[in-house]
């Protein structure tokens, strides 16, 4: 029983479902986590066709009055609106986006003229290095799906826990609170 109220306070699932995870895993509680963590994810799939219309605006203004920010976080319900940990949720967003400044929330948003100015400026340093232009060619595509990860915030090490993505810690949210959960868009102001 201790077992499963660890397990339970580390993952945030029911009681049944930290149950099931640990026989499946045979009692290894690193094993039952894993479980849990991929059920989390189908949980989170077929909860994102769900229509996320209700939520909350986020404010946060970082400790030294010289960052703003403003998040748009949306859920399914007003009820999980109001509730606790859905606002903490945007808070520790909103000062992710403090701190880590992402320029979209999805990768595939971040602009096309941004994208192509970083092509022209790897493509020089990569001839300077003197890769040729069929080897150039062949580096490009990484190198922009990497810009694209570290600039979009659901992609980004979330920085209270470098260990999951932003985009990770909305999945266990939306487990833990049982409602689709979308980040609508973001402001940042810096002084």
């Avoid at 999805?106 to 400026?121: F, G, H, M």
């Avoid at 990497?146 to 487990?175: M, N, W, Y």
């Amino acid at each position: 029983m201790e077992q499963v109220k660890a397990l339970r306070e580390k993952s945030g699932a029911g009681i049944v479902d930290v149950k099931k995870a640990l026989d499946e895993a045979g009692g290894d509680e690193v094993k039952a986590m894993e479980i849990l963590r991929k059920r989390g994810q189908d949980k989170a799939k077929k909860r994102s066709t769900y229509e996320a219309h209700e939520g909350i605006v986020v404010a946060y203004v970082h400790s030294n009055d010289h960052i703003g920010v403003l998040v748009k976080l949306f859920c399914e319900t007003d009820f999980v609106a109001r509730n606790v940990e859905f606002r903490e949720l945007g808070r520790d967003i909103a000062m992710h986006i403090a701190a880590l400044a992402p320029l979209s929330v999805k990768p595939e948003e971040v602009s096309a003229e941004l994208v192509e100015k970083e092509r022209d400026i790897w493509r020089a340093q990569l001839t300077e290095e003197g890769k040729s232009g069929e080897m150039i060619d062949k580096i490009l595509p990484g190198k922009e799906e990497k810009f694209r990860c570290e600039t979009a915030l659901l992609t980004q090490a979330f920085v209270k826990d470098p260990s999951k993505t932003i985009g990770e810690l909305l999945t266990e949210k939306i487990h833990k609170i049982g409602e689709n959960i979308q980040v609508g868009g973001f402001v940042r102001y810096e002084m």
